[in-house]
Nanobody, 122 residues
Framework: VQLQASGGGLVQTGGSLRLSCVVS????????MGWYRQAPGKPRELVAAFTRGGSTNYADSVKGRFTISRDNAKSTVYLQMNSLKPEDTAVYYC?????????????????WGQGTLVTVSS
């Protein structure tokens, strides 16, 4: 299983970026996908994620500015980030929260991508 995140970079305040995360290993269809971020000296926090029911959750700080989406045919999850602020500067990680139930019971795992750095200059 591999999660390959990309799309980070340096952008000015008010700018936009779109992050992508390609998932390999046949887990995408059974995973609730999400994006997290970690700023220097701070713990990792949820940015946006799909629930298993298909709805979305967003951190209060990004509501109205960020949008998470997924393309099942491409096994890819995206994070569109608009109106970026300096406080959005962080390493962004994609996560696959995998759950599958077979005849022997549930199989659960959590997979992480390598992170992509987003820097917003003031």
């Amino acid at each position: 299983v591999q999660l390959q995140a990309s799309g980070g970079g340096l952008v000015q305040t008010g700018g936009s970026l779109r992050l992508s995360c390609v998932v390999s290993g046949s887990i995408f269809a059974h995973s609730a996908m999400g994006w997290y971020r970690q700023a220097p000296g701070k713990p990792r926090e949820l940015v946006a994620a799909f629930t298993r029911g298909g709805s979305t959750n967003y951190a209060d700080s990004v509501k109205g500015r960020f949008t998470i989406s997924r393309d099942n045919a491409k096994s890819t999850v995206y994070l569109q980030m608009n109106s970026l602020k300096p406080e959005d500067t962080a390493v962004y990680y994609c996560n696959a929260d995998y759950l599958r139930v077979n005849d022997y019971g549930p199989i659960a795992a959590s997979y992480w991508g390598q992170g992509t750095l987003v820097t917003v200059s003031s």
